[in-house]
Structures are given as structure tokens and as C-alpha cells.
């Protein structure tokens, strides 16, 4: 049996370069740079590319990918020890090569990509030359799958796509779409739909406009397809499965996304800790307010319950190699997520008072971002039910009105058992 809440001497060599690295070079970023997802940018590259390569020189570039895609193929703990550094400056994943959804869409083209596609996409955005699209979810569908209404039909050769999606990732600066579209109306309903590589170029790709949320970059936008025409063998996978292509990269994001939000959440308490020892009113310092120490304690409990929740899941993807058989797992972090960054930023935002809530802070775009977190890669509400069905399904229901755990029928259990040994009946 193994059990340790220690890291190796080596690796934390590594996470401790990288806490100094972030702190001192990524950090600083955000304060000169716009979208960290516009690689060809002048003043990207200048600023962006040799930290890459100091990132590279230290053999931690990518590392979510195995060693043949240039990664170092670590498991998801040490990715999880990675991301909860990483995810506290806006600009860390794209300098360490591990920004979604460019990590998602190159585990798709690595497992369903053909040569001549993994040449002309993979390798380039395994280098951070180009940036990508997934393009799933529909105005009129949200987050359901089944609701897809955008519609590839095979004419000629080519499949002709039509259809609009919403919020599409890097949808302006993408060099090709990952498009979910319906290929077989005719089938049963989960092998319906189809993923296609779409070209930014191909002719009747409308960017309706760009969107974002918070005070971010607008990185998302409305789409229209009229009509847009790709080569045949563009498909990902075979026809009908663009869910299992879906799936390939979801698991892993969601596990991501909530490894990051620990480094959020983190810097949220941080802040919260030293305004509170920092400032005065009504004679005393906030850190010795019960209603502040009362934020301070549910902050701190509610962030280390969700790391260990995070790192648990993390430990049991690397056990089993299977996220099929953690989907229970990765649901509840999915689902605990969103309220563990807001209510965490809310309390530091109040006991920051009027600075806390004005631009001048972050806790207002993590407040938001909490409500991008409870929708993105699904919504909470559908990660609860994954949880209760996983929890339920396996349990065999009592066939009477009263189970076995039914107090009276436990004690005279109780009483059977033990009537020859007590010295008197038991009321």
C-alpha cells in the first residue's frame, strides 16, 4: 500500500523553478500584452517565444503529451502540481504549450489525425505557431450534443457544412476548426455526428463577431458555416463518431480546468490573508474580525477539500489510464469547481470592500469566470446528474417497505443474537 502526500525531492525542483519563473516572467504579461492567443502578434513573439524556449530548455514544454509528441508524458498529478502553479497568471499556459483548447484539439488529431493532417496542424500547434477552434456548442442546442443541428452532407467528394456555433474557441485567430456537425440523421442518436477539420480559409466561414466575458479578451465568437466545402478525408475518426472524438479531449479538460482553479482560488485567499492583516477599522486589524476570520477559515477549508478532490481524481486517471472509469470522479470536480472560485473570490472581493470590487482587482473577472467555469465543457447541473447516476446505478433497491438499516429490525437483530449471553431481556 502506498500513500504520500510528499512530492519528490526532483520533481518539486521543478515546481519550485516554475513558481519563481511565473511570479518573475509570466506574470508580468498581462500588464503589456492583449490575447495570449494571438501567437502571430509582433509583440507576442517578442516577449513570448524566448520564455517558451526557456520553458523548453527546462524539459517541461507540453508536458501533458508523451514523449513522440515532444511532451514528457507526465500523469495527471504531476500535471495537477504543474497547473495549480501555472493557472494564476493568465499568460502561463500558452508559455508552458498547455493552453485549451489547442491541448484538447492536438489529443484528437493525435489519436484520429491522419499522416498528412498531423503534419499540416498537430506539429504546428504542438509548437504554439498556430492556434485552433473546437466548435461544438449551438445557439439553439447549448451544451446538449444531441441538439446539433449544423449538417455535413457528402457531395462530390467534398462535405459541405452548414450550420451556426456558439462561442467558439479562438474562432478569429484559428488556423483550422475542429466542427461537430450531424453526417447521419438516420442514425441511432449518439452516432449521428461526425468532426471535421475545417480550414480557417475555406470559403463560407462567417465570424458573425468575437465575445468574451468578464474583462478578458473577447477569445470566443459567433459563427456561420454557408456551405463550406472540405475534402473528404477530413473527417476525424470514422463517420458517426464524433462523439467518442468529443470525449477524447473533454475528460482531460475538465481535470485541467479545475487543476488551474485551484491556482486562482489560491491567489484569491492570498490576497484575502493580507488584506486582512493590512488593514484597520473600528480599531482593529480585519484579521481579527470574527465575521472576517469566519471567510478566512471557509475559505481555506473549502480550497484544500477541492484540491484534495482534484488530486484524488488526478491519481485515479493515472491508476486506471481510462477516463471512462473516473467519469463519476471527474464530474464531481467539474460540478464543485465553479462555486469553490466564486465563493472564495467573493470573500476576498468583501474584505477588500470598494477595491475589491472595482477594475483595479481581479476578484470581479473571477467572480464571472466562476460562471464561464459552471458552463463550459458542460453544465453543472448535467455533471450532478453524471454524479447521482454513477452513485445509483449499481445499487440493488430493498424489496420491502422497510430496509434492513430500519431501526427497530437492527435491534431486534441485535437482541437475536446476543440473547444467550445477556443477563436480562433488553427493553
Not at 498528412?116 to 456548442?137: A, E, G
Not at 459567433?222 to 476525424?236: G, N, T
Not at 475528460?251 to 485541467?256: A, D, L, S, T
Amino acid at each position: 500500500m502506498g500513500w504520500d502526500f510528499e512530492t519528490e525531492p526532483a520533481f518539486q525542483a521543478k515546481l519550485d523553478w516554475i513558481t519563481t519563473f511565473v511570479r518573475e516572467e509570466v506574470d508580468p504579461l498581462e500588464f503589456v500584452l492583449g490575447n495570449y492567443y494571438d501567437v502571430k502578434h509582433p509583440d507576442n513573439v517578442r516577449l513570448i517565444r524566448p520564455l517558451q524556449q526557456r520553458v523548453k530548455d527546462q524539459g517541461l514544454w507540453a508536458c501533458h503529451l508523451g514523449k513522440e509528441l515532444g511532451g514528457q508524458g507526465y500523469g495527471q498529478v504531476q500535471l495537477a502540481l504543474m497547473n495549480e502553479i501555472l493557472g494564476a497568471a493568465r499568460f502561463g499556459p500558452i508559455v508552458f504549450g498547455c493552453q485549451a483548447p489547442d491541448t484538447g484539439n492536438a489529443e484528437i488529431l493525435a489519436h484520429f489525425g491522419t499522416p498528412d493532417q498531423k503534419v499540416r496542424y498537430l506539429q504546428p500547434l504542438l509548437d504554439n505557431h498556430i492556434v485552433s477552434c473546437f466548435s461544438m456548442t449551438e445557439p439553439q442546442g447549448g451544451a446538449d450534443p444531441l441538439e446539433i443541428s449544423t449538417r455535413a452532407v457528402l457531395e462530390d467528394g467534398h462535405w459541405v457544412i452548414d450550420g451556426e456555433k456558439w462561442f467558439a474557441s479562438n474562432a478569429s485567430l484559428a488556423e483550422f476548426f475542429i466542427v461537430m456537425a450531424q453526417s447521419e440523421p438516420d442514425a441511432p442518436p449518439h452516432q449521428r455526428i461526425s468532426a471535421f477539420i475545417v480550414p480557417a480559409e475555406t470559403p463560407g466561414i462567417e465570424i458573425v463577431r468575437d465575445c468574451g466575458y468578464g474583462t478578458g479578451p473577447k477569445t470566443h465568437a459567433y459563427v456561420r458555416f454557408h456551405r463550406v466545402r472540405v475534402p473528404a478525408d477530413h473527417i476525424l475518426g470514422q463517420r458517426g463518431q464524433g462523439f467518442l472524438v468529443a470525449q477524447t479531449r473533454l475528460g482531460g479538460g475538465r481535470i485541467h480546468h479545475a487543476m488551474r482553479t485551484i491556482a486562482k482560488a489560491k491567489k484569491a485567499l492570498d490576497y484575502m490573508l493580507r488584506r486582512a492583516v493590512s488593514r484597520r477599522t473600528k480599531g482593529s486589524l480585519l484579521s481579527q474580525k470574527q465575521m472576517v476570520q469566519e471567510r478566512i477559515a471557509d475559505s481555506w477549508i473549502q480550497l484544500e477539500q477541492f484540491r484534495l478532490l482534484v488530486m484524488r481524481t488526478a491519481w485515479l486517471i493515472d491508476k486506471h489510464q481510462d477516463y471512462r472509469k473516473v467519469r463519476k470522479d471527474i464530474a464531481a470536480v467539474k460540478a464543485a469547481m465553479p462555486k469553490v472560485l466564486h465563493d472564495i473570490a467573493s470573500h476576498a472581493l468583501q474584505v477588500h470592500g470598494s477595491l475589491g470590487l472595482s477594475d483595479e482587482m481581479p476578484f470581479m473577472h473571477w467572480v464571472t469566470e466562476s460562471y464561464f467555469l459552471g458552463l463550459a465543457d458542460g453544465p453543472t447541473e448535467v455533471h450532478k446528474v453524471t454524479v447521482a447516476e454513477q452513485l445509483t446505478r449499481h445499487v440493488v433497491p430493498d424489496d420491502s417497505p422497510f430496509p434492513d438499516y430500519h431501526l427497530p429490525q437492527r435491534a431486534q437483530a441485535a437482541r437475536d443474537r446476543y440473547a444467550d449471553m445477556l443477563e436480562a431481556d433488553l427493553p
